[in-house]
């Protein structure tokens, strides 16, 4: 039998883009990336908390990051969870605040020394709500600030949904690893009071400016103007999420007619189009009709 044959090549071998088979940043770069993001964010925090601090400058450490689950990420006890949106990339990440943190907040505001009471409410009122917001915009504008800091492209992060129930954000999957900071802020000899941060180890790349370059368009190609044909009579679906919540299928196989679900509408709207959120708006009413009114387009 004879065992020696001629292979023969069908076509030419493929010939591959050295930019296509360079391998990415690995996991322990990224979070070193975020680390120093971090440094850069206490080093912020510090100034811009003074004013929720009765003015003066509180210490800020950072510890971490960490990885974590995102079905380990939920605090025991009273708890206040923020969604932020991260512009240009559309990353999204998670914030958590416990209730006695906030408590302490509203306290000094008001002018006390800055403790909660005990024992603690079973829900947040008004004035932690709105203590939230106040917290939420430094740290959406200083962690924005910290992770363009290292050359990339600075993020424009903004809150968009808040609540005590960890699932009604639907932020994540609960086996999304994310990265975790841990901040602990420090007023004099008080004990510190602490904030959590998640960011999706899978969007750290594009977050801290580590994402591989894309691909250059050839010269001569054109892109699509929206105002132009064939493009501008082209149909799209719009969507304006009103509500986003989710059921217990228990409760779901027991519905009837005429039962009342309650419903909480987000004071921001988000606009869908496609797979996109494009933009958020408020729910008003034209000439009889309910409409939106678009506050921010990202």
């Known amino acids: 039998m004879k065992q020696d044959f001629a292979f023969l090549a069908e076509?030419?071998?493929?010939?591959?883009?050295?930019?296509?088979?360079?391998?990415?940043?690995?996991?322990?770069?990224?979070?070193?990336?975020?680390?120093?993001?971090?440094?850069?964010?206490?080093r912020g925090l510090r100034g811009s908390l003074a004013r929720l601090c009765g003015g003066n400058m509180p210490e800020v450490s950072i510890d971490g990051p960490h990885d974590m689950a995102m079905a380990d990420f939920a605090r025991s006890g009273l708890c206040a969870y923020s969604l932020y949106h991260a512009a240009p990339s559309g990353e999204r990440m998670v914030g958590a605040i416990d209730a006695e943190t906030l408590m302490r907040l509203v306290d000094r505001a008001f002018g006390g020394p800055g403790d909660a009471p005990h024992p603690l409410p079973s829900e947040l009122p008004m004035s932690a709500d709105l203590m939230l917001q106040s917290v939420e915009a430094v740290l959406a504008a200083q962690l924005g600030a910290a992770?363009?800091?290292?050359?990339?492209?600075?993020?424009?992060?903004?809150?968009?949904?808040?609540?005590?129930?960890?699932?009604?954000?639907?932020?994540?999957?609960?086996?999304?690893?994310?990265?975790?900071?841990?901040?602990?802020?420090?007023?004099?000899?008080?004990?510190?009071?602490?904030?959590?941060?998640?960011?999706?180890?899978?969007?750290?790349?594009?977050?801290?400016?580590?994402?591989?370059?894309?691909?250059?368009t050839a010269p001569d190609a054109v892109s699509g103007d929206p105002e132009a044909e064939p493009f501008a009579a082209m149909p799209l679906t719009l969507t304006a999420l009103l509500v986003d919540t989710r059921l217990p299928l228990q409760a779901v196989s027991r519905l009837e007619p005429g039962q009342v679900l309650n419903l909480p509408i987000a004071r921001q709207v988000p606009l869908i189009a496609g797979r996109h959120t494009i933009g958020h708006g408020t729910i008003g009413a034209v000439d009889g009709s309910v409409a939106i009114q678009v506050t921010r387009l990202t």
């Open 11 to 42: 076509r030419a071998l493929a010939q591959h883009s050295a930019a296509l088979l360079r391998p990415g940043p690995a996991d322990a770069d990224l979070i070193e990336a975020l680390r120093q993001a971090g440094s850069r964010l206490a």
């Open 147 to 216: 992770l363009g800091g290292a050359g990339a492209a600075r993020q424009t992060i903004d809150p968009v949904r808040r609540d005590t129930d960890l699932a009604q954000l639907q932020s994540f999957a609960p086996a999304t690893r994310l990265a975790v900071l841990d901040i602990a802020v420090t007023e004099g000899l008080r004990a510190p009071w602490h904030i959590r941060l998640a960011l999706p180890i899978g969007a750290l790349a594009v977050l801290t400016g580590m994402a591989m370059p894309k691909a250059q």
